[in-house]
């Protein structure tokens, strides 16, 4: 971690002053530097603790671009890495066996990753340049950096920093990674076990969403051309983040929700029901009105702060039989309980490509299961198929 602090100031400091336009050769895949950190310090590189070490950095004019595309301050971004507060590691929400750290602002997120992964994004470099600077609403991953490290006689860890999509004002109550397949796609926690750091997955899902009409226009609009981005760069694997917020946390429990907050969806209790709603309403706009007075309203974005409305549906894995590949019970076991909520969301892990041995992978467990229900088929199918389930599960609220 020291080490990539220092890394990280090194880099920034010494980009932040080239402010030149970009070339077609910063996204050359050549375009790297290696600097040696000795302890006893160097030239260009302070003294230091920790021993002595390599560091690598991946394209960083371009970066350094994308730093600035995606507003962030250098002197921002170098005091949430590299200040005294150490970086939280996460307890690994992946199974790649991959690291995770936050910044203590929440912002950054670092994820160590495989040379295949560096090597993957690092080939796209531009067309995801040129995608995210064309969309301003992308909900690909926002990438900031591309770093390795290695200490002398040491093995090389290779690491992206990227943007938390769940860098948020609201507390953070439900968390799913969603692909759209069923094989192996639930998180396997008894009820009890789970909580708001819990990453539930899609055969956990027990929530539709309902988006204002524009607001689903515009991320439907905007799911096609990323999925488009991701297919014709040969991506699969990837995932849709959804994390809610409760409107009313005040009642919300560790299992679900309170009743309190439930619309049963019964003729006679409408009436009651809608004033309920209408008091759940004005709670939270008051709410609302005292954050913009504090000046800490949050801005509303596609995939951040987003006002919505969670439907309860029964979960799938509640089901015995599942329809390969598709989620269309989803439908018919509607339970009538809205939630108002918060939605965060983007499409995080985009640096897996269709390799050889995904293509394994997809043959091996196709002999054990159905091998449209399975997470490893070709970009052109994943993509189907991921649309597709994100087209039942958010709906326009009318
Ligand atoms: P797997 O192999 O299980 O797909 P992985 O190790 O490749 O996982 P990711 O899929 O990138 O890792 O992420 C694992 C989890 O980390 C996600 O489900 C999510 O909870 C969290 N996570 C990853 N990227 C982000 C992000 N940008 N913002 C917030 N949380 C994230």
Known sequence: MLNLQLGIRYSVGKHAQILRDLKPSDFDPREKFWTRFPPEGSKITPPHQSSDFRWKD???VVFRHLRELFQVDPADYMLAICGNDALRELSSPGKSGSFFY?????????KTVKKSE???LIRMLSSYFQHVCRYENSLVTK???????KPIGGSKTRFIVMGNLFCSEYRIHRRFDLKGSSHGRTTNKPEDEIDETTTLKDLDLNYVFRLQRNWFQEFINQIDRDCEFLEAEKIMDYSLLVGLHFRDDSNYDKMGLSPFLLRSGKKDSFQNEKFMRGCRFLEAELQDMDRVLSGRKP???LGANMPARAERMARRSDFDQYTPGGFSHLTPSRSGEIYEVVLYFGVIDILQDYDISKKLEHAYKSLQADPSSISAVDPKLYSKRFRDFIGRIFIEDR
């Open 58 to 60: 991946y394209c960083p």
């Open 299 to 301: 801005l509303i974005r």
């Open 102 to 110: 936050l910044t203590q602002d929440d912002r950054f997120m670092i």
């Open 118 to 120: 560096v090597k993957v």
């Open 143 to 149: 990438f900031f950096g591309v770093h390795c490290v």
